[in-house]
């Protein structure tokens, strides 16, 4: 069993930067990949990116691809994403998860496990 808690969500303008958290507790986290997931209101979630569980390998979604890093540190149990030029089209909540089911490269919500509570990421323009 795993907890995930995201954090480091907020209010930034466009063109600007945000790191997000996602720290775990449970020893499950270092075993999987694990992804972060976005959802905007009125919307479905949407696959942002995945990183394996060492963090060797990453693949991202088109629409966040030279943007958006994301690494981990198993030491700390904890997942970043590291997010640069957003874009009001950006403003979502993030939500990390832990990948269970699906092959890696699944971008399918239902795929994953273990949601955390979400963070409110907004960008004006």
């Known amino acids: 069993q795993v907890q995930l808690v995201e954090s480091g969500g907020g209010l930034v303008q466009a063109g600007g930067s945000l790191r997000l958290s996602c720290a775990a507790s449970?020893?499950?986290?270092?075993?999987?990949?694990v992804g972060w997931f976005r959802q905007a209101p009125g919307k479905a979630r949407e696959f942002v990116v995945a990183i394996t569980w060492n963090g060797g390998s990453t693949y991202y979604a088109d629409s966040v691809k030279g943007r958006f890093t994301c690494s981990r540190d198993n030491a700390k149990s904890t997942m970043y994403l590291q997010m640069n030029s957003l874009k009001p089209e950006d403003t979502a909540v993030y939500y990390c998860a832990v990948l269970t089911k699906g092959s890696w490269g699944t971008v399918l919500p239902t795929d994953f496990d273990y949601w955390g509570q979400g963070t409110q990421v907004t960008v004006s323009s």
């Open positions: 449970g020893r499950t986290f270092n075993r999987y990949p």
